[in-house]
């Protein structure tokens, strides 16, 4: 170890103390010149004979210093860095050249370092929890629903009674309204949390204490813990907020916790808020609020496995204590489902990251061959300047090496170029990613992704300058030598490879089109297909009753009744409804195993619906079309007789081939008369997203039926909606003046949102997908054009003879067809394997799909005969003249 | 430039390694000393003394430094370092080996 450190140091220094070495060598050599001489006199030389005989003795003096600089070996570090000087200077004197092949390089590894940075931050950082691996989300599923919420009594039951956790918390969403701050009401994102929720995932306060058991007890829950963000924009980062009491939906709560900036919610399934810095504050879980229903889930959980313990251990722990659970309870056909929380979290992102990544990886390798095909032209063009280097004693070795130095120097300069370009990609690209991306925030460009490029750069100049360095190293000497200098050429297996590449940069770039080309197709599938209700003309928002100010059911009815007679009085306003939820915001209420009249109690286990509640104008406000019956007609008493309106799928599952209408459910389990819940409409159906491959069967309640505080407000509007938003807000406060306004929001909005994803994808491949046919046009230009200067002299001899400009201009376009149909071909064949990967980027269009597939084929054919068009245009225009008077 | 084929060179190394384990010496010495225990038979040429010396410096078996001879003199010693000492081990036996099985085949090719 010592000696190659010793070694290092010595290197060093004589590579960087050059001038001392050599100093030091003089004077040894010089010392042992004068002991020479001494020993001479002793023998009895005169002086002057005795130094003449001692230089005989040493033989040259340059000889033995150029070996000892030899030994020091050095030079090869010497040699990298002249070769790197001529490299640079070559460059220069092709200016044109060097910064064709630079940009395209820095736009490819641009792209790529900024994708890359999109998957570093999402796909390969460890989650900002500590000892993340054992982190994991526990859910309930069944044969109906594939990932459900945990009831609160089986999670206290989970949290009790497992051996595989170090701890375990369940979170819900409770969003609530902060007022007495000065001013306006304002709606709070918040979860109530069960004890040590925190602790659990390894999230330690700034100031305060975590939920202790001791405040899941119902009378100890008016507690709150903040997020640095409340803490500093609503409470002037008061020092002593610990202990203040601050009042949430209108009830007092005392603050006990603080978290530190950035404090992370991990994303839930029920109700979901986005990953990330996203929520204001949390309350505590009252765990006992309801001791004996065993039927209502909403508890999002997560645990901590205990170190050495594994998922599958902690799964089949669960699953005995459900199997006990079933037993003490009766339970229904649930099983456990945990999924470690890494792949929860980034599970949805993972396809389309990875579909990016391969597109511009595509891109890239498209770019290389291009500079591949670039530095072979140019190879060509310097088949002499090899030549005569080889011939003044290069080796191939050192010729090899002067070229993919040159090459490297190219791909460095296109990663640095490329660099500063995904600087600004990776804002534009955090700008305008899906809404509710996973870890968005943590996104950058950092080390790794510096490293990342750096590495591409070099692996790429490798790979675009080996072939045309090895290829043109091996030049024939004799040939080139004798040529003069006028027309010095490619041989005919350079300028087949520089086909072969076309050809191949051609297959790659059909690949990428025809992958955009399905994608695109998929978007106008989303964009045309019909949503089952009308975007357009409507403003959304949510209001939320506080529990302790509307208690009394009748409040709540009258409340929205109240507010929706006064909105549909303003003018501009055609409908205004209210309901659970609206379209493609990702709603997930369920009602499982409920009855159907006249069905066996087999059947009915195994029903399952979307749950909703809304008011008779909810369906008119956003035009979810009525197919049969009625809609609610406000009508509805609390006390019955009960009705519902179901979805198109819902009657065609429950009641195929019948007439839904006057059917009946109930969520009892041996109604009474009274219990049923009739149909007495049948609307369209609207599916949960836009892409969403099957459509649920949904029912809804009237809201006068089921009185719940929390809805959406729609307003569909005869002018711009947005004129609407102050109107709204004052409709609200004259009726309660503390109630917050919430998520005003146009339904143009939430259905754009709903489509970002695709679109974001869209967007990404189709830009790679045209680079590349950029690319892959300007080699085809490049290729056809080189042969085409080659050939003049040929084509001036074709048309002496008789040749017609057109049939030269048909030569050379079939001459870049046959490239083009090639390339083509191979392309579609490749597509054809990996455009399954594309997966549920896909809608409604076939992974193989003809049409795209032809488009694609039909768009290489055209590019190309464009790219050829002016070569060919120059070949019709050969001189026969000049030719024959060259010969 | 004339290399020394691969014997000689290795030879060079193992001799100037052995002559330096004593103590350290200047190149001078080195090669006087090599000729003195030799019965003049070996000539160390300075031409190829110099390079090797700077060949086994750079490869770590000896490390270099000035310091001042009896004679008053500024001049550069060589010392063994740790691991050339090991390497030295390592040539000798190699030497062993490769002088012995020379000796055998000289000796078979005599008896014929």
Redesign the interface.
């Known amino acids: 170890m010592?000696?190659?450190f010793?070694?290092f140091v010595?290197?060093l220094r004589?590579l960087f103390g050059r001038a001392r070495a050599e100093r030091?060598?003089d004077?040894?050599?010089s010392?042992?010149l004068?002991?020479?001489v001494q020993e001479n006199i002793a023998h009895g030389m005169s002086p002057d004979e005795a130094r003449a005989a001692a230089k005989r003795?040493?033989?040259?003096v340059t000889?033995?210093q150029?070996?000892?600089r030899?030994?020091?070996?050095t030079n090869h570090v010497e040699t990298i860095w002249s070769d790197l000087r001529y490299a640079v200077r070559n460059l220069r004197r092709t200016p044109g050249f060097t910064v064709i092949i630079v940009l395209t390089l820095a736009l490819s590894i641009g792209a790529n370092s900024a994708i890359f940075s999109v998957i570093q931050g999402v796909l390969l950082k460890p989650l900002p929890y500590p000892q993340p691996d054992r982190l994991a989300r526990i859910y309930f599923n069944s044969d109906t629903q594939p990932k459900f919420p945990l009831n609160p009594n089986d999670f206290r039951d989970f949290r009790e009674r497992n051996r595989t956790f170090e701890s375990m918390a369940a979170i819900t969403r409770h969003d609530l309204q902060l007022s007495g701050t000065g001013g306006e009401p304002m709606m709070l994102r918040g979860f109530s949390v069960t004890a040590g929720y925190f602790h659990m995932l390894g999230l330690s306060l700034a100031r305060g204490r975590d939920f202790s058991t001791d405040d899941e007890l119902p009378e100890r829950g008016r507690l709150a813990i903040l997020s640095d963000r409340l803490w500093r924009s609503r409470f002037a980062a008061d020092q002593n907020i610990l202990g203040r009491t601050i009042t949430l939906n209108t009830e007092t709560y005392t603050v006990v916790g603080v978290m530190p900036p950035g404090a992370q919610h991990p994303g839930n399934n029920f109700q979901a808020v986005a990953d990330g810095d996203t929520v204001d504050l949390w309350t505590p879980y009252s765990l006992y609020q309801m001791p004996n229903d065993r039927g209502s889930h909403f508890m999002d959980t997560i645990g901590r496995l205990k170190s050495g313990i594994t998922h599958e251990d902690a799964h089949a722990d669960l699953t005995a204590i459900l199997e006990q659970l079933k037993k003490e309870h009766t339970g229904k056909g649930w099983r456990v489902y945990t999924i470690p929380l890494y792949r929860e979290m980034v599970g949805r992102s993972q396809r389309m990251l990875l579909v990016l990544l391969g597109a511009v990886g595509l891109l890239l390798l498209i770019a290389c061959v291009n500079a591949a095909n670039l530095l072979l032209a140019r190879a060509s063009a310097r088949v002499r300047e090899i030549a005569v280097r080889s011939a003044l004693g290069a080796a191939r070795g050192r010729i090899i090496r002067q070229l993919l130095t040159e090459s490297l120097v190219i791909a460095l300069a296109g990663a640095a170029l490329g660099t500063l370009l995904a600087v600004a990609g990776v804002r534009v690209l955090v700008a305008f990613l899906p809404a509710g991306f996973p870890r968005a925030s943590e996104i950058r460009l950092d080390s790794t992704v510096f490293a990342f490029t750096l590495v591409v750069a070099i692996l790429t100049g490798l790979l675009f300058g080996l072939v045309p360095a090895l290829t043109a190293s091996r030049t024939d000497l004799q040939q080139s030598l004798r040529e003069s200098g006028r027309s010095a050429t490619g041989t005919g297996r350079q300028f087949q490879l520089r086909n072969f590449l076309v050809i191949g940069e051609t297959g790659l770039a059909s690949v990428l089109l025809i992958a955009a080309g399905l994608m695109l197709h998929s978007f106008v599938n989303l964009l045309r297909a019909d949503p089952g209700f009308q975007p357009q003309q409507v403003l959304t928002a949510s209001l939320s009753l506080p529990y302790q100010r509307y208690r009394e059911v009748p409040k709540r009815v009258q409340f929205y009744q109240q507010l929706i007679a006064n909105l549909e009085a303003l003018p501009g306003v055609q409908y205004a409804g209210a309901g659970t939820d609206l379209p493609w915001t990702g709603y997930d209420g369920n009602a499982d195993g409920f009855k159907v009249e006249g069905r066996s109690d087999a059947y009915n286990q195994k029903t399952s619906a979307r749950y909703h509640v809304a008011t008779a104008g909810y369906f008119r406000a956003l035009e979810i079309p009525l197919l049969n019956g009625r809609f609610f007609d406000g009508r509805e008493d609390a006390n019955g007789p009960f009705v519902i309106i179901v979805n198109e799928s819902m009657a065609n599952r429950y009641w195929p081939g019948e007439n839904a209408l006057g059917k009946r459910i109930s969520f009892r389990s041996s109604p009474q008369e009274k219990d049923w819940m009739q149909i007495v409409g049948v609307v369209r159906d609207v599916k949960d997203q836009p892409d969403s491959t099957t459509i649920r069967p949904a029912f809804w309640m009237p809201h006068a039926q089921q009185p719940e505080r929390n809805l959406f407000i729609a307003m569909r509007s005869s002018t711009d909606p947005v004129l609407l938003a102050n109107q709204f807000r004052l409709a609200v406060r004259e009726l309660d003046p503390e109630l917050a306004v919430a998520d005003l929001r146009l339904m143009n909005q939430i259905a754009g949102a709903a489509l970002s994803g695709q679109r974001f994808a869209l967007f990404l491949v189709g830009l790679f997908a045209l680079l590349a046919l950029a690319l892959a046009t300007f080699g085809m230009y490049g290729v056809i054009s080189y042969s085409v200067n080659q050939r003049m002299h040929e084509f001036g001899l074709r048309m002496a003879l008789g040749a017609r400009p057109s049939d030269l201009l048909r030569l050379i376009l079939s001459q870049g067809l046959t490239l083009s149909i090639a390339g083509a071909a191979i392309g579609l064949i490749c597509a054809a394997g990996l455009t399954r990967l594309l997966g549920a980027l896909l809608y409604g269009v076939k992974a193989t799909d003809p049409i795209t597939f032809a488009a694609v084929a039909l768009l290489a054919l055209a590019t190309t005969t464009i790219a050829c068009y002016l070569p060919a245009r120059r070949a019709a225009s050969a001189d026969p003249m000049h030719s024959l008077r060259s010969e | 430039m004339s290399k020394p084929s691969d014997l000689i060179q290795g030879t060079l190394d193992l001799l100037i390694l052995n002559t330096i384990s004593l103590q350290p010496q200047h190149g001078w010495a080195i090669a006087k000393r090599i000729q003195q225990i030799s019965n003049e038979i070996l000539q160390v040429s300075q031409g190829a003394l110099y390079p090797a010396l700077h060949r086994l410096e750079q490869q770590g078996w000896i490390k270099a430094d000035w310091r001042v001879t009896e004679g008053g003199r500024d001049a550069k010693f060589y010392t063994l370092t740790r691991a050339g000492r090991i390497q030295l081990q390592r040539e000798r036996v190699q030497w062993e080996r490769l002088s012995s099985a020379v000796g055998l085949v000289i000796r078979m090719g005599a008896s014929v």
Do not use: N, P, V, Y
Not at chain 1, 57 to 60: E, K, T
Not at chain 1, 70 to 73: E, N, S, V
């Open positions: 010592k000696r190659l010793d070694i010595l290197r004589t030091e060598l004077r040894e050599i010392f042992h004068d002991q020479q003795g040493l033989g040259g000889q033995i150029e070996e000892c030899d030994m020091r070996r």
